[in-house]
């Protein structure tokens, strides 16, 4: 009987402890712990991360193996988010990735974060009976990919051959446009400080802008050449908007002009986030309809918001794209999304030296 390829991976690249087990292609555990020592302080803080990371990362990679039903002497190989990342955060998979393969006399591979977003469309989750579930689908090649997240904004074209294939099963990435300041999850996240909302705080604008009125406060829309971004704009923008309304009604925080203001923070995030969404669509769009691509995805920790995954749906339906968008679980930081880098890696017998070093920096 041939040997099964079972491959665990491990994320650690900011502030979630992930790890996940693919058996011969099929997602079989996908264990994170998340930390919520961060959120008194607005936002993660480097050293806590890493703390929080040794503490996590036995029971997680013990959870995921039992989870999956398999032994660490059934792997085959391990995967490790290699960057981009808090360097502090990543060293901690890193090492133990390391520390593992060698112990165990196994390859290891080492994975770019931001490849493990694009390639969270190409795994198969495990369905009840534990084989393959029938949803599974994937796009074809050649497609864009949205990627938005905390640190990123980017339209990334996806090249390869069509799934299976006896070739190559990593796809090649290009980026064709990307944000020249903050991500579009920073304009979120540094709104909602502004608004006293909670950290992270795109998914309290994504709450509140539900009760909202879009059209209620207009916002400044960048333009930029080409396929690229800019939210600095907007982000000023919103805290022009809001210093000008605490002077018009004389407040001095934004509390007290919420008493004055009926449904301010929902109207002004519902109005946020409807600019963020614009912006992105517009530009996908054009890169679409330049390239003459219709298959369109999308993937990183914004992905999980509803009126851009809505927005996903209404172009699909409008200009004929096929979309598609990630479940929720694999939208923000997972090992999921890692392992099935590294399967795929595996096949390709593409795997990493042990003296290799995680980096905090780089492109896709
Ligand atoms: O991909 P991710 O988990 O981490 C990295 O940046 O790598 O993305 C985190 C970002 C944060 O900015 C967070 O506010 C944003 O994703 N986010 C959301 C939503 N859920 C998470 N933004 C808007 N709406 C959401 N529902």
Not at 124 to 149: H, I, K, N, W
Not at 252 to 262: C, H, M, S, Y
Not at 335 to 346: H, P
Request: a negative charge; hydrophobic letters at 45%.
């Amino acid at each position: 009987m041939e040997k099964k390829v079972v491959i665990l991976a491990i994320e650690s690249s900011c502030d979630d402890t992930s790890a996940a087990v693919i058996v011969d292609g099929v997602l079989k555990s996908n264990v994170i712990a998340s930390q919520k020592v961060h959120e008194e302080f607005g936002g993660v803080v480097p050293e806590l991360a890493s703390r929080a990371h040794q503490q996590n990362i036995l029971p997680v990679v013990d959870t995921a193996l039992a989870r999956a039903g398999v032994r660490k002497e059934d792997l085959s190989a391990i995967a490790f988010t290699r960057g981009p990342g808090l360097l502090g955060s990543l060293l901690v998979g890193t090492s133990f990735a390391k520390g593992l393969a060698l112990a165990l006399g196994i390859p290891l591979i080492d994975v770019n974060h931001l490849q493990g977003h694009v390639m969270a469309h190409f795994i198969r989750p495990a369905s009840p009976d534990g084989v393959q579930s029938t949803e599974y689908r994937c796009p074809s090649f050649p497609f864009l990919c949205l990627l938005v997240s905390g640190g990123n904004s980017q339209i990334i074209k996806v090249t390869g051959e069509r799934l299976p294939v006896t070739g190559k099963h990593m796809p090649e990435f290009e980026i064709i446009g990307q944000t020249i300041d903050d991500a579009a999850g920073e304009a979120f996240d540094k709104c909602a400080k502004v608004l006293g909302l909670p950290y992270p705080g795109g998914p309290w604008i994504d709450k509140l802008a539900k009760l909202g009125d879009a059209t209620k406060y207009p916002l400044a829309k960048p333009n930029i050449a080409g396929y690229d971004y800019s939210f600095s704009g907007l982000k000023t923008s919103f805290l022009y908007t809001l210093r000008d309304m605490l002077k018009a009604e004389g407040a001095e925080t934004i509390d007290a002009l919420a008493e004055r203001v009926p449904n301010l923070r929902e109207d002004l995030c519902a109005s946020l986030q409807a600019t963020v969404v614009d912006i992105l669509m517009r530009k996908l769009r054009k890169a679409a309809k330049d390239l003459g691509i219709n298959q369109v995805a999308v993937a990183g920790g914004v992905s999980a918001n509803s009126a851009l995954r809505q927005a996903f749906i209404d172009y699909g339906k409008k200009y004929g794209w096929e979309v598609f968008i990630p479940p929720f679980s694999f939208t923000t930081d997972n090992a999921a999304m890692i392992c099935q880098a590294g399967y795929f890696k595996y096949l390709d017998g593409d795997f990493c030296a042990i003296d290799e070093v995680p980096y905090a920096k780089t492109q896709i």
